[in-house]
């Protein structure tokens, strides 16, 4: 079982969007740096967004800059990855991971992220 929970995935046309969900039932994601990552086949896991814990900073990953917003609900204890403008080239499963123990995120220093969820599957259709 995972500490995480992630949804929203699917198919989409190039050019279409989705919104990834990210909650837990046992953790209250205020508390914790949360991450998006992805992991295409045949590809290294890469880091896409994370927001602070701190004050809601939020990062993304040169490859998806302009495109996708990552937000925090406190009251749903939810995150979410929005997608716009999908292509090919962002189908990977997609995966939230929580830091519980730095208030700023980081998108290079994966094994601060102790916390995962089991993925989500993305597939978008040229």
């Known amino acids: 079982q995972s500490d995480l929970v992630e949804s929203g995935g699917g198919l989409v046309q190039s050019g279409g969007s989705l919104r990834l969900s990210c909650t837990a039932s046992?953790?209250?994601?205020?508390?914790?740096?949360i991450a998006w990552f992805r992991r295409a086949p045949g590809k290294e896991r890469e880091a896409v967004s994370c927001?602070?814990?701190?004050?809601?900073?939020?990062r993304y990953a040169d490859s998806v800059k302009g495109r996708f917003t990552i937000s925090r609900d406190h009251a749903k204890n939810m995150v979410y990855l929005q997608m716009n403008s999908l292509n090919p080239e962002d189908s990977a499963v997609y995966y939230c991971?929580?830091?519980?123990?730095?208030?700023?995120?980081?998108?290079?220093?994966?094994?601060?992220?102790?916390?995962w969820g089991q993925g989500t599957q993305v597939t978008v259709s040229s």
């Open positions: 046992e953790h209250t994601l205020e508390y914790y740096s």
């Open positions: 991971a929580a830091d519980t123990a730095d208030m700023d995120c980081t998108l290079t220093n994966v094994r601060w992220y102790d916390y």
């Open positions: 927001v602070s814990a701190r004050d809601k900073s939020t």
